[in-house]
Protein backbone atom coordinates (compact mmCIF):
# COMPACT_ATOMS: atom_id res chain seq x y z
CA UNK A 1 0.00 0.00 0.00
CA UNK A 2 1.67 3.19 -0.54
CA UNK A 3 -0.31 6.70 -0.90
CA UNK A 4 2.81 9.18 -2.80
CA UNK A 5 2.31 12.79 -2.48
CA UNK A 6 4.06 15.47 -4.93
CA UNK A 7 3.71 18.99 -6.71
CA UNK A 8 4.53 21.04 -2.85
CA UNK A 9 7.28 23.62 -3.08
CA UNK A 10 8.10 27.15 -2.35
CA UNK A 11 5.76 29.58 -3.82
CA UNK A 12 5.43 33.49 -3.06
CA UNK A 13 2.08 34.88 -1.54
CA UNK A 14 -0.64 34.80 -3.78
CA UNK A 15 0.72 32.14 -5.98
CA UNK A 16 -0.97 28.67 -6.56
CA UNK A 17 0.20 24.95 -6.19
CA UNK A 18 -1.50 21.58 -6.93
CA UNK A 19 -0.98 18.89 -4.91
CA UNK A 20 -1.05 15.06 -6.39
CA UNK A 21 -1.66 11.94 -4.06
CA UNK A 22 -1.36 8.80 -5.83
CA UNK A 23 -2.19 5.39 -4.31
CA UNK A 24 -1.31 2.20 -5.17
CA UNK A 25 -2.22 -1.35 -3.48
CA UNK A 26 -5.58 -0.54 -2.32
CA UNK A 27 -8.87 -0.12 -4.03
CA UNK A 28 -8.57 3.70 -4.16
CA UNK A 29 -12.87 4.27 -5.14
CA UNK A 30 -13.56 2.99 -2.21
CA UNK A 31 -11.92 4.96 -0.10
CA UNK A 32 -12.47 8.42 1.01
CA UNK A 33 -9.39 10.50 0.54
CA UNK A 34 -8.23 13.11 3.14
CA UNK A 35 -5.52 16.36 2.89
CA UNK A 36 -4.06 17.28 6.17
CA UNK A 37 -1.45 19.27 6.93
CA UNK A 38 0.56 20.15 9.91
CA UNK A 39 2.22 23.15 10.65
CA UNK A 40 5.73 23.67 13.13
CA UNK A 41 4.37 23.06 16.25
CA UNK A 42 1.03 22.74 15.75
CA UNK A 43 -0.97 19.84 15.71
CA UNK A 44 -2.29 17.96 12.18
CA UNK A 45 -5.16 19.44 10.80
CA UNK A 46 -8.20 18.15 8.80
CA UNK A 47 -8.13 20.68 5.47
CA UNK A 48 -10.12 19.17 3.03
CA UNK A 49 -11.92 15.53 2.67
CA UNK A 50 -13.65 14.50 -0.20
CA UNK A 51 -15.95 10.96 -0.46
CA UNK A 52 -15.66 7.58 -2.98
CA UNK A 53 -17.46 8.71 -5.54
CA UNK A 54 -16.02 11.85 -5.36
CA UNK A 55 -18.83 14.20 -3.71
CA UNK A 56 -19.47 15.83 -1.60
CA UNK A 57 -16.58 17.62 -0.13
CA UNK A 58 -15.67 18.91 3.20
CA UNK A 59 -13.14 22.31 3.46
CA UNK A 60 -11.67 23.99 6.54
CA UNK A 61 -13.47 27.13 7.05
CA UNK A 62 -10.41 29.06 6.38
CA UNK A 63 -9.16 27.43 2.87
CA UNK A 64 -13.04 27.26 1.54
CA UNK A 65 -12.94 29.26 -1.84
CA UNK A 66 -9.13 28.89 -2.30
CA UNK A 67 -8.52 25.30 -2.20
CA UNK A 68 -10.33 22.78 -3.99
CA UNK A 69 -9.98 18.70 -3.56
CA UNK A 70 -11.03 16.52 -6.90
CA UNK A 71 -9.94 12.98 -7.37
CA UNK A 72 -9.46 10.99 -10.67
CA UNK A 73 -10.54 6.97 -9.55
CA UNK A 74 -9.33 6.18 -12.77
CA UNK A 75 -6.34 7.47 -11.99
CA UNK A 76 -6.11 6.26 -8.40
CA UNK A 77 -5.06 10.24 -7.68
CA UNK A 78 -6.54 12.48 -5.71
CA UNK A 79 -5.64 16.50 -6.01
CA UNK A 80 -5.71 19.62 -3.90
CA UNK A 81 -5.74 22.89 -5.95
CA UNK A 82 -4.49 25.40 -3.95
CA UNK A 83 -5.41 29.38 -4.97
CA UNK A 84 -4.72 32.59 -3.61
CA UNK A 85 -1.61 31.18 -0.79
CA UNK A 86 -0.81 33.10 2.16
CA UNK A 87 2.58 32.68 4.65
CA UNK A 88 0.04 30.36 7.04
CA UNK A 89 -0.80 28.04 4.99
CA UNK A 90 2.99 26.84 5.34
CA UNK A 91 2.74 23.59 6.07
CA UNK A 92 3.71 19.63 5.69
CA UNK A 93 0.58 18.37 3.92
CA UNK A 94 -0.13 14.76 3.94
CA UNK A 95 -2.88 12.57 2.08
CA UNK A 96 -5.34 10.04 4.00
CA UNK A 97 -7.07 7.69 2.95
CA UNK A 98 -10.07 5.95 4.95
CA UNK A 99 -12.09 3.58 5.04
CA UNK A 100 -11.80 0.65 7.55
CA UNK A 101 -8.22 1.03 7.90
CA UNK A 102 -6.02 4.46 7.54
CA UNK A 103 -3.72 5.04 5.34
CA UNK A 104 -0.89 8.38 5.33
CA UNK A 105 1.57 9.07 2.59
CA UNK A 106 4.78 10.61 3.48
CA UNK A 107 4.01 14.43 3.02
CA UNK A 108 4.43 17.21 0.65
CA UNK A 109 6.26 20.49 2.04
CA UNK A 110 4.28 23.62 0.78
CA UNK A 111 6.37 26.85 2.13
CA UNK A 112 4.98 30.15 1.10
CA UNK A 113 6.86 33.07 1.39
CA UNK A 114 8.36 36.08 -0.43
Known amino acids: VQLVESGGGLVQPGGSLRLSCAASGFTFSNYVINWYRQAPGKERELVAAITSAGGPTYYLDSVKARFTISRDNHKNTAFLQMNMLKPEHTAMYFC????????WGQGTQVTVSS
Open 96 to 103: NARRVVNY
